[in-house]
C-alpha cells in the first residue's frame, strides 16, 4: 500500500512516500525563520507551513518516482503540537482524500516517534522501552506491542530538548540549544559545575525546570569575563544533568519491566553524549539500546507514514470530523 506521510506539528513542513517495506522518499523543510526569535513563533510557523507543504508534497513524490494516482492512503500528523500548523497538514490531507478518493489517517506524533525505530531496525519487536524526549515531549513508554502503549513516566515542566533550547538562549548560544551545547561541552568539564538532579527514587517522571533556574542562577552570579570563560564548563555540567536523568530513569524502567531492549527516539536521541551513556550503561545488564538513523529521530513525515502505513493497511481510517489535537495523549 503506497501512503503520503505529511508532517506539519510544529515548524518541520515534511512529506513522505512509504509502501510498507521501503521508504522512497523523505523530504522535509527547516523553517529557519524562528532563530531570530529564540525559538518556534506559532503564526510564523503556521504560514510557513501553508507555503511550504505543497511543494514539499510534490518533492516527496519526484523523488519517489511516484504519481499521485499512485497513491492509496495518506497518514497525517493529527498532534499533539500547534494548533495552527497541525491545521495546515490536515486540510490539505483531508483535501487530497477527498479529491483522490483514497482513505486519510491522523496519526499521534508521540508513536510515529516511536515508529522510526522501526524505520531503521525492521527487525525490533515488542516488548521494549522507548524513551521519547524531544523539543516539546519527554516520556518513557513501554511499547507492548505495535499500537498498545503504556506510558510509565512523563515530565512535569520542560521537556528535555526545551530545556536546552532554553539554556542555549539563556548563555547567548542561539537557536535550536541542542547541537550547540553538545558541540561546545565537549570541550568543557561536565563535573566542574554541581547542578541538581530531580530524580526521585519513587517515580519514573522527569523535571528539568529546577536544572534551568539552577542554570540561570550560576550565570547571574558571574561576571561577564567569568562567564565567557566558563561556558564550555557549564554547557558540559548541564549536558551532564539532563543525561544523568534521562539515562537512570530510561534503565529504571526497562529493569522494573524486565524488558532487553531499549529504544531512543526523537530529536535528542541525536544527542551522542546520551547514547554512549545509555548503551554503556544498559550493555552490563544485558539491555541492548537501539535509535533512529539520525534524519528520522527529528521530526520527519517518514516516521508518520509508516505508522499510518500499519493502520491504513489494517483497513482503519479517520472521519472528515477528524480535528487538530495540541495537547493529543499517546
Request: glycine share 10%; net charge negative.
Given at each position: 500500500m503506497m501512503v503520503l506521510g505529511i508532517e506539519t506539528s510544529c515548524d518541520d513542513t515534511g512529506a513522505a512516500?512509504?509502501?510498507?517495506?521501503?521508504?522512497?522518499?523523505?523530504?522535509?523543510?527547516?523553517?529557519?525563520?524562528?532563530?531570530?526569535?529564540?525559538?518556534?513563533?506559532?503564526?510564523?510557523?503556521?504560514?510557513?507551513?501553508?507555503?511550504?507543504?505543497?511543494?514539499?508534497?510534490?518533492?516527496?513524490?519526484?523523488?519517489?518516482?511516484?504519481?499521485?494516482?499512485?497513491?492509496?492512503?495518506?497518514?497525517?500528523?493529527?498532534?499533539?503540537?500547534l494548533a495552527g500548523s497541525l491545521l495546515v497538514g490536515l486540510c490539505v490531507a483531508k483535501g487530497m482524500s477527498l479529491s483522490m478518493g483514497i482513505p486519510f489517517i491522523g496519526v499521534n506524533h508521540l508513536e510515529a516517534h516511536i515508529w522510526a525505530l522501526r524505520l531503521s531496525h525492521p527487525d525490533i519487536e515488542p516488548p521494549f522501552i522507548t524513551l521519547v524526549a524531544s523539543g516539546g515531549h519527554t516520556q518513557l513508554v513501554r511499547v507492548l506491542g505495535w499500537g498498545r502503549y503504556e506510558v510509565l513516566g512523563r515530565t512535569r515542566d520542560d521537556a528535555a530538548g526545551e530545556a536546552y533550547d532554553k539554556v542555549g538562549k539563556l548563555l547567548g548560544l542561539g537557536f535550536p540549544g541542542g547541537p550547540v551545547i553538545e558541540k561546545m561541552a565537549a570541550k568543557g568539564n561536565p563535573k566542574a559545575v554541581p547542578f541538581p538532579r530531580a530524580l526521585g527514587s519513587d517515580t519514573l517522571d522527569f523535571s528539568f525546570s529546577g536544572l534551568k533556574t539552577?542554570?540561570?542562577?550560576?550565570?547571574?552570579?558571574?561576571?561577564?569575563?567569568?562567564?565567557?570563560?566558563?561556558?564550555?564548563d557549564i554547557t558540559a555540567s548541564f549536558q551532564a544533568a539532563v543525561v544523568d536523568v534521562l539515562v537512570r530513569k530510561t534503565i529504571s524502567a526497562a529493569v522494573q519491566c524486565r524488558l532487553r531492549c531499549i529504544g531512543l527516539a526523537g530529536g535528542v536521541a541525536m544527542n551522542g553524549v546520551l547514547r554512549s551513556r545509555m548503551t554503556a550503561e544498559a550493555g552490563p545488564l544485558g539491555i541492548g539500546v537501539l535509535w533512529p538513523d539520525p534524519p528520522l529521530c527529528s521530526d520527519n513525515a517518514a516516521m508518520v507514514a509508516c505508522a499510518g502505513h500499519h493502520y491504513l493497511s489494517s483497513g482503519l481510517n479517520s472521519p472528515w470530523s477528524l480535528a487538530p489535537d495540541p495537547s493529543l495523549n499517546l
Open positions: 512516500v512509504f509502501d510498507g517495506k521501503k521508504l522512497h522518499s523523505n523530504v522535509v523543510s527547516t523553517q529557519l525563520v524562528h532563530r531570530d526569535f529564540g525559538g518556534i513563533v506559532p503564526e510564523l510557523a503556521s504560514r510557513s507551513h501553508i507555503r511550504l507543504i505543497l511543494p514539499v508534497i510534490e518533492q516527496a513524490l519526484k523523488e519517489a518516482g511516484v504519481e499521485r494516482m499512485n497513491l492509496e492512503g495518506i497518514a497525517v500528523t493529527a498532534g499533539p503540537g539552577a542554570v540561570l542562577n550560576h550565570t547571574l552570579s558571574l561576571s561577564p569575563e567569568g562567564l565567557s570563560a566558563g561556558l564550555a
